[in-house]
């Protein structure tokens, strides 16, 4: 049986309004960039753009290329930064295992988007060839243990007589890789001075719609996208939320980040 298809797009604006605590990840991992101001980086699975908003007043005299594979977020960002960075921001819709640049950029940061790449090798080698010599690469996304509560929950209730038709054949659309793993990745792509470390990063919502919303837009547009109905839909989200109520504290998102710094040799 052929795997069922998704369509990979994400519902931008959403994103846009529930992503603070991507947005508060984010922040931390500009802050730990030594930027001279004038470099041209590669913001590599950019969303909305709000942390491409940041790292654009970090370069005064720099550039940066937002990268998305979804045209809504690239639409989203380049709408939203077009104006204000004019000249210094390029927004391009393409996938970051078949990137169309060869040793353009200073420096390629990242977060919360690596996970959604299945083939982390494709991937490395792809930003290593997009480097110039010496370049860096400052990245964070899901790693090791990341949602592993949530998701034994997604499975189980994915497996039941109401969803099982739609669902028991999807395998996660995430690649969770620990460190050791992703430390020899980055090696084999070529790169030197390669780091990587897990943090918990868990955090709770406050209500049962705030945890609805978060799921349908985060974690499992691409599950429900296969569900036919709004009803189901509306239904294997409820049903989430209705356990995750039991957790103490309610509604908490049991995240890790798995934090990657490496250098292309010069
Ligand atoms: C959770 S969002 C993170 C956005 C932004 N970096 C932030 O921290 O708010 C993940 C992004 O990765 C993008 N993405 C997933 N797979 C991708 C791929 N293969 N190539 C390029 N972008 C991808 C998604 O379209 C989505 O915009």
Redesign the pocket.
């Known amino acids: 049986m052929t795997p069922p298809q998704t369509s990979?797009?994400?519902n931008?604006g959403e994103?846009h309004r529930l992503?603070a605590p991507?947005?508060q990840?984010?922040q931390r991992v500009l802050s730990e960039l030594h930027l001279r101001g004038d470099e041209c980086v590669l913001?590599?699975?950019?969303?909305?753009?709000?942390?491409?908003r940041l790292l654009l007043q970090n370069l005064p005299y720099g550039r940066v290329v937002g990268?998305?594979?979804?045209r809504n977020?690239v639409r989203l960002a380049h709408d939203s930064l077009k104006a204000e960075f004019a000249g210094r921001v390029q927004f391009v819709a393409?996938?970051?295992?078949a990137l169309p640049f060869r040793e353009c950029f200073d420096g390629i940061f990242?977060?919360?988007?690596f996970h959604?790449?299945l083939d982390h090798d494709a991937?490395f080698r792809n930003l290593f060839a997009s480097l110039k010599g010496g370049g860096w690469l400052h990245a964070q996304c899901g790693g090791g243990p990341n949602l592993a509560r949530l998701r034994e929950r997604v499975r189980s209730l994915s497996r039941t007589l109401a969803f099982a038709h739609w669902l028991a054949g999807f395998s996660e659309p995430w690649f969770f890789s620990d460190a050791q793993g992703a430390a020899s990745r980055l090696r084999a792509a070529g790169f030197e001075g390669c780091e990587a470390g897990l943090e918990p990063a868990s955090f709770a919502v406050s209500t049962s719609q705030e945890f609805q919303d978060y799921l349908r837009t985060?974690v499992l547009h691409r599950h429900l996208e296969l569900l036919p109905e709004e009803e189901l839909r509306n239904s294997f989200v409820c049903q989430l939320a209705d356990t995750s109520a039991q957790d103490d504290p309610p509604w908490t998102l049991d995240y890790w980040r798995l934090n990657l710094r490496a250098r292309k040799p010069e």
């Open positions: 990979r797009e994400w931008a994103y992503s991507q947005f990840w984010g913001d590599a699975g950019c969303g909305t753009g709000k942390l491409t990268l998305d594979l979804s977020m393409a996938d970051l295992v990242s977060t919360a988007s959604w790449v991937l985060f």
